[in-house]
T-cell receptor, first 113, second 112 residues
Framework: GQQLNQSPQSMFIQEGEDVSMNCTSS?????WLWYKQDPGEGPVLLIA?????ELTSNGRLTAQFGITRKDGFLNISASIPSDVGIYFC?????????????FGKGTLLTVNP | ETGVTQTPRHLVMGMTNKKSLKCEQH?????MYWYKQSAKKPLELMFV???????ENNSVPSRFSPECPNSSHLFLHLHTLQPEDSALYLC???????????FGPGTRLTVT
């Protein structure tokens, strides 16, 4: 089945630093998503990407869907304490009867004030 | 964010109990999902409903029984669970099966 390899598993950074995380896969996806999960809560959708090579920004977040549709990255600029949480990449196949989302294992981000 | 709500938020149950988890979405979506999130594992899809019809059962044991009476409500009925079923159970919804999914806050289930 499809797998997403997400790295790094965890990051410890100082407030104000930039952050970069990425996911790779051997499978091709139609849609690429990034979610953030706070402790005790469900994942919140941050960014959705639909085109190969698409680059999108949402405030301090920038994400790109790889040109091969097999990978993607998420950058966070000028991190703040509320950026703490687990970030998940997710890929979705759209076609046939398979619409399942495949999730990475997550990157745990800790921001020291 | 109140688009997808789940109750209860926390549940402790014995292995012989019967309980139900409830999910409600206020987004006008047509597809709803149950996921299981265990420590150090990727999110596991359990069930998918599209327009109230079950379209996916990801080899889930029969002690988990979903019910979708309408496009806005989704239940997960639990009976004779095992301790390894302890996890965060997440509900999600999407406009249809092709569009991004929005998650509820989850129910933290502990089976004793």
């Amino acid at each position: 089945g499809q797998q997403l390899n997400q790295s790094p598993q965890s990051m410890f950074i100082q407030e104000g630093e930039d952050v970069s995380m990425n996911c790779t896969s051997s499978s091709i996806f139609n849609t690429w998503l990034w979610y953030k999960q706070d402790p005790g809560e469900g994942p919140v959708l941050l960014i959705a990407l639909y085109k190969a090579g698409e680059l999108t920004s949402n405030g301090r977040l920038t994400a790109q869907f790889g040109i091969t549709r097999k990978d993607g990255f998420l950058n966070i600029s000028a991190s703040i304490p509320s950026d703490v949480g687990i970030y998940f990449c997710a890929g979705q196949l759209v076609g046939g009867s398979n619409y399942k989302l495949t999730f990475g294992k997550g990157t745990l981000l800790t921001v020291n004030p | 964010e109140t688009g997808v709500t789940q109750t209860p938020r926390h549940l402790v149950m014995g292995m012989t109990n019967k309980k139900s988890l409830k999910c409600e979405q206020h987004l006008g979506h047509n597809a709803m999902y149950w996921y299981k999130q265990s420590a150090k594992k990727p999110l596991e899809l359990m069930f998918v409903y599209n327009f109230k019809e079950q379209t996916e059962n990801n080899s889930v044991p029969s002690r988990f029984s979903p019910e979708c009476p309408n496009s806005s409500h989704l239940f997960l009925h639990l009976h004779t669970l095992q301790p390894e079923d302890s996890a965060l159970y997440l509900c999600a919804s999407s406009q249809d099966e092709r569009t991004p999914q929005y998650f509820g806050p989850g129910t933290r289930l502990t089976v004793t």
